[in-house]
């Protein structure tokens, strides 16, 4: 069993990690594949996040552009001229108005049917025409005014700032717009040649790289909050998933284990029924009750025969108690039990077997223990279990020690220590399990099915109490079980000046003769 264990967790190991390494692999051809075939070099559905994103801002800063550009004619045509001025006004409008058309259209579209790469060089484009207007309008009153140049740089400050804020999304339509305004001033700047138009085009070009460092900035978080977004819509598919998967497998599990509830409580009563005719019929030939055997090999047979029919009755019953306790159906019948009486009852019922194998068993109880309150029944069993096992490993001529006793936290404990060849401290989880068996027993001429101390464990939990292995090998094994003080029953105090329970049957007496005399004189009165 050990060995069948470690191979299946080997085996395990490696699918898990080739499992991993496929979920990998597919992850980065997947990104790959998204990178070729998007324009920005992210996922395609983190193109359309971005659009769609560059698109609503633009529809919630229209009224704020629209009160700039009217702004910005007025005041410019105090250089340009009214005609000039208005004239401007209306082509930049008619443009801002172009991109807020598209802007919802491409809102309108199915996320499907969004032709990306067409949208992304529309806006790009429409951007380039709305930045080549405002170049036209502040480039225009150089010359006409000696206030032109600063109320020019004023502006176009304000139309960097508000662009790379609006268009940050899409950091190419932010270059196409605010490059050709600042390029134009400052040229315009440099042609002048003073050291105050040098000092205002260097201005205008940090401003520039200001901004549009800003922008970048502002697309590099926009786009992590939209992979982390990714990431947990993706983290939180897959854990539906495995919520799927793992209820599917609980589904298939409980219905696993009502069919070999099933499968148990029907083998149960058909193994039974015949084992009964083998043990009753082996037992009469065994005792050759109709008279002696013509062959005496025979009364060893039968002998056998009875020897392997009880064997196979108890390992059904602790199938049966195991798949019980497995299932939460097993019921304790709680009453007051002696600990050392239980213990030195299965003492007796085992020390003809430990006398054969030339096993000495010792016995050290602590005097006048209390009673528990507790199933008889389970806990013969695990002292049985626990005892049985100590037996059948320990070589002939060992010692086998019983003890009973209180514990530091006042309730009680039973020790069985035994000096067989003790079990590997990387094999006592897999003794503890179900079905479990270690080298030693596995190299033992008795062989078990591996149930007795996973039942020993199991009943002593129903009880509330602790169940330790402590185990060294070639030198012995020793099984603590303890029960909780709540278990153990205290005496109760007694009742003192209670009164006599005699008076008042006295005092009832002598109230009926009282009311019988009267009773008397009355019918006298009444007959006189």
Same mark, same amino acid.
């Given at each position: 069993?050990?060995s ?7 085996l395990a190991?490696p699918?898990a ?5 496929r979920?990998l ?8 594949? &998204?990178?070729l075939t998007s324009?920005?070099?992210?996922r395609?559905?983190?193109d359309?996040?971005?659009l ?11 009224p704020?552009?629209?009160? $700039?550009?009217?702004?910005? #004619?007025?005041?410019s045509?105090?250089w340009?001229?009214a ?11 008619? @443009? ?8 919802r259209?491409f809102l &309108?579209e199915?996320?499907?049917?969004a032709?990306l ?5 529309r +806006?790009?484009?429409?951007? !380039?025409?709305?930045g ?18 600063t ?5 176009? $400050?304000?139309?960097?700032? @508000?662009?790379?804020?609006?268009a940050?999304?899409?950091?190419v339509? *932010?270059f196409a717009l605010? !490059?050709?305004?600042t390029i134009a001033i400052?040229?315009d700047f ?6 105050? &138009?040098?000092?205002?085009?260097v201005? /205008?070009?940090?401003?520039e790289?200001y901004?549009?460092?800003? /922008? ?20 939180i598919?897959e854990?539906e ?16 284990n009502?069919a070999?509830?099933? +499968? ?6 058909? !193994? ?22 013509s062959v005496?090999a025979?009364?060893d ?5 009875h ?5 196979l ?5 602790e199938?049966l108690?195991?798949s ?5 159906r ?6 007051? *039990?002696? $600990?050392n009486r239980?213990v030195? &009852?299965?003492h007796h019922l085992l020390?003809l077997?430990? #006398? ?5 068993i ?5 005097p ?6 507790a199933?008889?029944?389970a806990?013969?069993?695990i ?7 100590? @037996?059948?490993f ?11 006793g ?12 035994d000096?067989g ?6 094999? @006592? ?6 079905f479990?068996?270690g080298?030693n ?22 009880h509330?109490?602790? +169940? ?12 603590i079980?303890?029960?909780?003080p709540?278990? *153990?029953m205290?005496a109760? /105090? ?6 006599p329970?005699?008076?008042?049957? /006295?005092?009832a007496a ?5 009311r ?7 019918l006298?009165?009444?007959l006189?």
């Amino acid at each position: 069993m050990p060995s069948t264990t470690s191979e299946q967790r080997d085996l395990a190991s490696p699918a898990a990690a080739s499992s991993t390494k496929r979920r990998l692999a597919t992850q980065h051809v997947r990104e790959a594949r &998204d990178r070729l075939t998007s324009t920005s070099g992210t996922r395609p559905v983190f193109d359309y996040e971005l659009l769609r994103q560059f698109a609503q801002n633009r529809l919630s800063a229209s009224p704020v552009i629209l009160v $700039l550009v009217g702004t910005i #004619g007025l005041l410019s045509g105090l250089w340009t001229g009214a005609l000039t001025s208005a004239v401007w006004t209306a082509g930049t409008l008619l @443009i801002h108005l172009i991109v807020i058309r598209q802007c919802r259209r491409f809102l &309108d579209e199915p996320p499907n049917t969004a032709n990306l790469r067409s949208s992304r060089m529309r +806006f790009i484009m429409l951007d !380039l025409f709305f930045g080549m207007a405002w170049t036209f309008i502040l480039v225009n009153p150089i010359g006409a005014d000696e206030q032109a140049g600063t109320f020019m740089l004023f502006v176009m $400050l304000l139309v960097v700032a @508000i662009s790379s804020m609006l268009a940050s999304s899409l950091p190419v339509a *932010v270059f196409a717009l605010t !490059l050709p305004v600042t390029i134009a001033i400052a040229l315009d700047f440099v042609v002048k040649g003073t050291l105050h &138009d040098y000092i205002l085009a260097v201005m /205008a070009l940090a401003a520039e790289g200001y901004f549009s460092l800003l /922008a970048y900035r502002l697309y590099s978080t926009t786009l992590a909050t939209l992979e982390a977004r990714a990431e947990k819509d993706a983290l939180i598919g897959e854990l539906e998933q495995s919520k799927s998967i793992s209820d599917e497998a609980r589904r298939r599990a409980e219905t696993a284990n009502i069919a070999k509830s099933r +499968f148990l409580a029907q083998m149960s009563h058909e !193994l039974r029924t015949p084992l009964n005719a083998i043990l009753g019929f082996s037992e009469v030939m065994k005792a050759e009750i109709f008279g002696p055997h013509s062959v005496p090999a025979y009364q060893d047979y039968a002998a056998d025969i009875h020897n392997s029919g009880v064997h196979l009755l108890n390992l059904i019953n602790e199938i049966l108690d195991l798949s019980r306790i497995e299932a939460g159906r097993y019921e304790l019948n709680e009453e007051a *039990v002696s $600990l050392n009486r239980v213990v030195e &009852d299965c003492h007796h019922l085992l020390k003809l077997r430990a #006398g054969n194998r030339g096993i000495t068993i010792h016995e050290m109880f602590e005097p006048d223990l209390p009673r528990l309150w507790a199933d008889e029944r389970a806990v013969r069993q695990i002292c049985l279990n626990l005892l049985s096992n100590a @037996i059948k490993f320990t070589p002939q001529g060992g010692e086998i020690w019983l003890k009973v006793g209180w514990t530091a936290s006042g309730g009680q404990y039973m020790s069985v220590k035994d000096t067989g060849p003790g079990i590997p401290e990387e094999e @006592i989880p897999i003794v503890l399990a179900s079905f479990g068996q270690g080298t030693n027993s596995i190299k033992s001429a008795e062989q078990g099915a591996g149930l007795g101390l996973p039942i020993a464990k199991n009943l002593i939990d129903l009880h509330g109490g602790t +169940f330790t292995l402590k185990s060294k090998l070639r030198i012995g094994t020793e099984v603590i079980v303890t029960f909780p003080p709540e278990r *153990v029953m205290a005496a109760l /105090a007694p009742i003192h000046n209670a009164p006599p329970l005699i008076e008042p049957q /006295a005092d009832a007496a002598s109230t009926q003769e009282e009311r019988t005399s009267r009773a008397r004189k009355a019918l006298l009165a009444t007959l006189g």
